[in-house]
């Protein structure tokens, strides 16, 4: 009786978590085909509410400098000007970084949308596998 | 109970079963009611999307995606139109065109947030859009993977027999979710109704079990876990006695296992004993404990098997001899004695026929304990020894026909041969007019209520000569009527009556059982003397003699037994017994009666041996008179 009502209060959280879960397991595959042979991946995120985020993704390490990170995780538009790989979570964002956004993850009509940019995937000598090959576009 | 509970635990369920069906009853009311709703909405959309088609049919010939790439202020003039069907309901308008490698791209969009670039690709059920893009039919896509969208309405734009677009309406989540709060405060309340409901019979099943429990901790001994007297008191009201067998059932010597091992022992072994007797019975059989060590067995016998209840009687008396009651390293071996009235419906009343199985429990006992004696089986043995035994029936119509009288024998004195008293003896009269002596008829009755009705008629007779005569007569009873407890009341109640004529009266205990003056039976003996009553022990001196009561026993008289007296002429060793008995009684200073005095020979003798009275046929035969003293 106990466990049932337990389970009833939790139960709005544990549907929360389930769309959590959702996108934490996409950003691992993205991460994943991206970096294949990289045990830990450090990652640079422009917003510090997305750091305990990205620390329950599997393979990820938030950084606190853009110069240790191996990829840059962006959710806003800024006047950043290195060249690091980006990864970003809008589809105008992907234009804003069109010389260095190699992938971006975003909701849209709310559906999830993966993308690719393949003139950087070749930029940044990224391979993907046959499985992710259905998302990257040639050009926007 | 069984039966109330049976009908508490199916309204229970019944109610429940109401609660369950009413509350997917809501649920099904709202599927239809959602269902209702959103073919009007889809309508609806069907009407946009033909409007729309037709105003884009209208501006593009043919190659849509070409025009809008060229022709901006198209695309905006298209996507305001889009943007005016937009709404609550519909979330997004947009139309999307199907690239050379099959993905869907936006070609329009009438969304002001979240809006999607022309050519920027959306990810959609690819498979679902193809089918609309093949077939060039409209269809309706659920979209049950996704939270934030209900469904979508997917049309097909076609030039020219070709399929250039697919025109998309999503539906706001809000829409079904809207029905879902309009009913759901009615749904709350049938919630909160049934969970009143719940709690209530909830709580109503609590209190029910706890009065089952209490009913029931009231109606079983707590020692044996079998039913006590309140369990009897209530069965005695509704039970069909036509439909079982009764049987009375005790320990034999109980008392001693008590003394020697202890109560905890004693306990230990009523409990075993019980569960024992449990398991010989079936479920439709009722066992009481009865009293201390006594049970009660009510044997189920619808089928009228006669000899049903004696089985089992054997098996639970074998059972319980063969079983070895083991506590604190004793090893205690115990027997039953068994009484079964076998046609309990051949009673008046139920209480007679527990009465009549505890006379045969009485009879066990009697006969030497460990054993099983059924009423009707008795009552056949009775009749082969001698059919001249009446029936219980008869006598009992012969006392309620007033048929009952008494004899007297005159006592006379052993020093002045003179009348002192008399002996009052039973006789019945037949239907036919003749005497019936007492052999053939106290035996049947002995134990049961008739034999009570029987001595208060004798009383009564007594008491009346008595009252008449002012002489002293006797009469006998027996040991166990001092002890019982209706016989005994019923002595006081006859003594409290006639008070100033007990002193009277002579009471003579029949020796033919074991002389066990025990504190209650001496107690009681002394209540009698109180109203001056004489006690004499008849037939003294064989059988069951036991000289240790003269201790505890205020006994005034007693008689000797007729077999010594009668040989005294002939057998020496008589005669020494005799002689023996009449110094003992002097030294004690109890007087002495000397019956079966049927000689002149035999006169001579005990009145030269020193007896105070005599009595016998040579004297004087009992007669239906006093004889005038």
């Known amino acids: 009786m106990k466990k049932l009502l337990m389970l009833l209060l939790f139960l709005p959280l544990l549907l929360t978590a389930s769309q959590k879960e959702y996108e934490i397991k996409i950003l691992f595959a993205i991460t994943d085909a991206l970096f294949p042979n990289t045990k830990v991946v450090k990652v640079w995120t422009d917003t510090a509410d997305n750091n305990l985020f990205l620390q329950d993704i599997k393979k990820i390490q938030t950084v606190n400098s853009m110069r240790e990170a191996d990829i840059l995780f962006l959710t806003k538009k800024s006047d950043i000007q290195n060249d690091k790989m980006k990864f970003v979570t809008s589809y105008k964002l992907l234009k804003h970084y069109k010389k260095s956004a190699i992938a971006g993850f975003y909701w849209k009509k709310g559906r999830p949308n993966i993308l690719f940019i393949k003139k950087n995937l070749l930029k940044y000598k990224k391979k993907l596998p046959n499985s992710m090959s259905k998302y990257i576009e040639d050009e926007l | ?629």
Request: hydrophobic share 40%; with cysteine; charged share 25%.
């Open chain 2, 1 to 629: 109970m069984k039966h109330l509970l049976k009908i508490y635990v199916t309204i229970f369920l019944f109610i429940i079963g109401s609660i369950v069906y009413l509350y997917f009853s809501i649920d099904n009311t709202q599927n239809k009611l959602s269902k209702n709703v959103s073919s009007l909405f889809i309508t609806k959309a069907e009407e946009f999307a033909k409007n729309i088609k037709g105003k884009i049919e209208n501006e593009v010939q043919s190659d849509i995606v070409t025009t809008l790439r060229q022709n901006t202020q198209l695309r905006e003039k298209l996507e305001t139109m889009l943007y005016a069907v937009t709404t609550d309901s519909y979330k997004y308008v947009y139309v999307l065109y199907k690239d050379k490698n099959g993905e869907y791209r936006y070609l329009l969009d009438g969304s002001t947030q979240d809006k999607g670039e022309f050519g920027e690709k959306l990810n959609v059920d690819s498979q679902q859009w193809d089918k609309v893009f093949t077939t060039q039919k409209s269809d309706l896509l659920v979209q049950d993977k996704l939270d934030s969208l209900w469904v979508t309405y997917l049309s097909p734009i076609v030039l020219k027999d070709k399929t250039e677009a697919i025109l998309a309406i999503d539906f706001s989540p809000e829409l079904p979710n809207n029905v879902k709060k309009a009913l759901k405060p009615l749904k709350n309340i049938f919630i909160y109704i049934f969970i009143s409901i719940f709690l209530i019979l909830l709580l109503l099943l609590y209190q029910t079990i706890l009065n089952i429990r209490t009913k029931k901790d009231s109606i079983t001994d707590q020692l044996t876990e079998v039913y006590n007297r309140n369990y009897l008191r209530d069965l005695l009201k509704t039970i069909n006695i036509n439909h079982y067998q009764i049987m009375m059932l005790d320990i034999d010597y109980f008392k001693k296992v008590n003394d020697s091992y202890g109560h905890k022992t004693g306990d230990y072994v009523l409990k075993n004993v019980a569960s024992r007797i449990k398991k010989e019975i079936r479920e439709q059989d009722i066992l009481i404990r009865f009293g201390g060590e006594e049970f009660l067995l009510f044997i189920y016998n619808k089928g009228a098997i006669t000899k049903q209840a004696y089985n089992i009687g054997e098996r639970i008396k074998q059972g319980i001899s063969d079983t070895k009651f083991l506590y604190d390293d004793n090893s205690i071996y115990i027997t039953i004695s068994i009484g079964i009235s076998a046609t309990p419906g051949h009673f008046k009343t139920i209480t007679e026929a527990i009465k009549a199985a505890d006379s045969m429990l009485y009879i066990a006992k009697t006969e030497g304990r460990n054993q099983v004696i059924c009423d009707n089986q008795w009552d056949s043995k009775r009749s082969k020894n001698s059919e001249n035994i009446f029936h219980i029936a008869e006598i009992k119509e012969a006392i309620e026909e007033d048929r009952l009288l008494c004899y007297y024998q005159p006592i006379f004195s052993a020093k002045s041969h003179a009348i002192c008293k008399y002996e009052a003896l039973v006789r019945l009269v037949d239907k036919e007019g003749k005497i019936v002596l007492p052999w053939r008829f106290i035996e049947t009755i002995l134990h049961t209520n008739i034999y009570i009705q029987m001595t208060k008629k004798i009383l009564d007779i007594v008491f009346k000569n008595i009252a008449k005569h002012k002489v002293e007569i006797s009469v006998n009873l027996n040991f166990s009527d001092i002890l019982n407890q209706d016989t005994f009341a019923l002595i006081i109640s006859e003594l409290e009556e006639n008070t100033e004529l007990a002193s009277w009266l002579t009471i003579e205990l029949l020796e033919y059982e074991v002389l066990e003056a025990g504190e209650s039976f001496t107690k009681n003996i002394n209540q009698i003397r109180a109203y001056g009553v004489k006690i004499a022990i008849d037939d003294f001196g064989t059988g069951f003699a036991n000289y240790t009561v003269f201790h505890t026993l205020p006994i005034d008289i007693i008689k000797i037994d007729g077999s010594l007296i009668k040989n005294i002429d002939t057998s020496e060793v008589s005669k020494k017994i005799v002689k023996s008995l009449l110094l003992l009684m002097q030294e004690l200073e109890i007087e002495t009666v000397a019956e079966f005095v049927h000689s002149q020979e035999v006169l001579d003798i005990v009145t030269d041996l020193g007896a105070t009275y005599l009595q016998g046929f040579h004297l004087a035969e009992p007669m239906p008179d006093l004889l005038k003293i």
